[in-house]
């Protein structure tokens, strides 16, 4: 087991591929669980071929991997089957996000372990939940992000609704079921038993949802999309400058207006009683933009962000990834990690949040496929090196470089 973290002690068998499952078993490693990937022996997690690739190897992989031991096992074997079971009545922890009876159909699903691991907690992640008619559905990320109701708000009127070029509905989905799993964990030491934590894709969304419920039901107001602002919180928007960049000025506060108005030139609109409350300014919503856009074009975005800062008001730059990269704050605040990957550095992102007595670290990143095949089916399983042999010989494991 890994020493350190506050989940440490804890053994989590991550079952699910791609990236929902995968990124709630980078938090839970990322914190000191150790964590036992199973991966087909043909190939792997396919995560391992998308995107960017470097050496044959995906760099996200590095990142969404690290911290895991990856051991391969093909589940659709009798023999295959078997050697899970026993790392899962080994573990504390289960993950998997395959469609939901998967999982029962092979054997291994939580009612499997109710005698034989009592303590264990198990978190199925799928788009649409284990129960309900729609169930059985395939759930991508992206089909998910839309009936949840997150992508009817993205974007602007009239025109198709706006996805965020990240796979935000798995990640978003990943956070959730590391959540569920501490308190199933924190439960677990008062009732002495585990639970199985039922995480759904679009349900993670819904939960980002805000007033949207209350809203249609009490004032049968549907919110609509709304371009770069958010309705009925005056002013905050994005406002292009004289040298083409973008800023984001939040200037939504009583008397955060009044400095912001002044400083952009306007003392007329800053001192109005119509626009003293943020109700007056939603009606004059169009009124405040435009001055602020006339005074963002009129000025480079660094005088910009330097003016809203001397008036203590909350702005900013639109940044990409090389400005990140580059930020002072964002090193200074310990964002970035730096693995070996073939003799050379490789920059990942750290995982958050930040814990100041026991904080994440990342101690390897993701590793190639099967390479802990012999640390735990040998170690943690007594199989002998014979029996290994054999297991490669029948396909049930990856056979050795």
């Known amino acids: 087991m890994d020493s350190n973290g506050p989940l440490s002690g804890y053994r989590v068998i991550e079952l699910g591929q791609l990236l929902a499952g995968p990124f709630a078993?980078?938090?839970?490693?990322?914190?000191?669980?150790?964590?036992?990937?199973?991966?087909?022996?043909?190939?792997?997690?396919?995560?391992?071929?998308?995107?960017?690739?470097?050496?044959?190897?995906?760099?996200?992989w590095y990142s969404l991997a690290r911290n895991?031991?990856?051991?391969?096992?093909?589940?659709?074997?009798?023999?295959?089957?078997?050697?899970?079971?026993?790392?899962?009545?080994?573990?504390?922890?289960?993950?998997?996000?395959?469609?939901?009876?998967?999982?029962?159909?092979?054997?291994?699903?939580?009612?499997?372990?109710?005698?034989s691991n009592s303590k264990l907690v198990y978190a199925r992640i799928s788009g649409y939940g284990q129960t309900g008619p729609y169930a059985s559905k395939p759930g991508f990320a992206s089909v998910c992000e839309g009936i949840s109701g997150f992508r009817y708000v993205n974007g602007h009127p009239e025109q198709a609704p706006v996805r965020p070029n990240l796979s935000i509905g798995d990640t978003i989905s990943g956070i959730h079921a590391a959540l569920g799993?501490?308190?199933?964990?924190?439960?677990?030491?008062?009732?002495?038993?585990g639970q199985v934590v039922d995480v759904a894709l679009y349900e993670s969304m819904f939960n980002l949802m805000e007033a949207v419920v209350p809203e249609y039901d009490s004032a049968n107001v549907i919110r609509q999309p709304s371009g770069s602002t958010v309705t009925g919180i005056v002013p905050t928007n994005t406002y292009r400058c004289l040298?083409?960049?973008?800023?984001?000025?939040?200037?939504?506060?009583?008397?955060?207006?009044?400095?912001?108005?002044?400083?952009?030139?306007?003392?007329?609109?800053?001192?109005?009683?119509g626009l003293s409350s943020n109700a007056g300014r939603v009606k004059h919503e169009a009124k405040i933009d435009q001055a602020l856009s006339v005074w963002c074009a009129e000025n480079d975005s660094t005088s910009i962000l330097q003016i809203l800062d001397i008036n203590r008001v909350p702005g900013g730059p639109i940044y990409n990834v090389e400005d990140m990269v580059?930020?002072?704050?964002?090193?200074?605040?310990?964002?970035?990690?730096?693995?070996?990957?073939?003799?050379?550095?490789?920059?990942?992102?750290?995982?958050?949040?930040?814990?100041?007595?026991?904080?994440?670290?990342?101690?390897?990143?993701?590793?190639?496929?099967?390479?802990?095949?012999?640390?735990?089916?040998?170690e943690l399983l007594g199989l002998s090196a014979a029996d290994l042999t054999q297991l490669a010989q029948d396909g049930v494991i990856k056979k050795p470089n």
């Open 68 to 115: 895991k031991k990856s051991v391969t096992i093909d589940l659709k074997t009798k023999a295959g089957i078997a050697l899970v079971k026993q790392l899962i009545n080994s573990a504390d922890i289960v993950i998997e996000n395959f469609r939901p009876g998967v999982v029962e159909n092979w054997g291994i699903g939580p009612d499997e372990f109710k005698q």
């Open 181 to 193: 799993i501490c308190l199933a964990l924190l439960e677990q030491k008062n009732s002495g038993t």
């Open 326 to 378: 580059n930020d002072e704050h964002f090193n200074a605040r310990g964002l970035f990690e730096s693995v070996e990957i073939n003799g050379e550095a490789l920059k990942i992102p750290a995982i958050l949040p930040k814990l100041d007595k026991t904080p994440g670290s990342t101690r390897w990143p993701g590793p190639e496929l099967g390479s802990h095949n012999h640390q735990v089916l040998s």
């Open 25 to 60: 078993g980078c938090m839970l490693g990322y914190f000191g669980a150790e964590v036992i990937k199973i991966e087909s022996p043909n190939g792997g997690d396919p995560i391992r071929n998308w995107r960017q690739m470097k050496d044959g190897t995906s760099l996200w």
């Open 243 to 273: 040298d083409g960049k973008y800023v984001v000025i939040g200037g939504n506060g009583d008397s955060i207006f009044q400095r912001l108005m002044t400083a952009a030139g306007c003392p007329e609109m800053a001192q109005d009683p």
